[in-house]
C-alpha cells in the first residue's frame, strides 16, 4: 500500500493581463518545482439577485404553493385492532 504524503499546495485567483499571470509564492513555500493547472475563472450570476422584486416575489409564491389539502396532510389513525 501507498503512504500518502502530506503536499503543500496554494491557491491563487490571478488576473490575467496581455496574456500573463504573476504569482508570488509565499516565504514558506519551499518547493523548487511546480505544476500549474490553469483554470478560467467564470463567476457566477444568480437568478435572484438579478431579478427584480416582482420576479422574486412571483418565483416565490410558485413554488411555495401546493395543490393539497388539509385532509391530505394530516395523518390517518388506526386502532390497534385494526392495524
Known amino acids: 500500500m501507498e503512504e500518502i504524503q502530506e ?4 491557491r491563487v485567483f ?6 500573463r499571470i504573476s504569482i508570488e509564492l509565499p516565504g514558506t513555500f519551499d518547493a523548487q ?4 493547472i490553469i ?4 463567476e457566477k450570476t444568480s437568478r435572484v439577485r438579478n ?3 416582482d420576479e422574486w416575489k412571483a418565483d416565490f409564491l410558485d413554488v411555495s404553493q ?5 385532509e391530505d396532510i394530516r395523518m390517518r389513525s ?6
Do not use: G, Y
Not at 503536499?7 to 496554494?10: E, F, K, P, Q, V
Not at 518545482?33 to 500549474?36: A, D, N, Q
Open 51 to 53: 431579478a427584480t422584486q
Open 14 to 19: 490571478s488576473k490575467v493581463l496581455k496574456n
Open 39 to 42: 483554470i478560467p475563472r467564470i
Open 78 to 83: 388506526w386502532a390497534l385492532q385494526e392495524f
Open 33 to 36: 518545482e511546480v505544476e500549474l
Open 66 to 70: 401546493w395543490d393539497i389539502s388539509e
Open 7 to 10: 503536499i503543500n499546495t496554494l
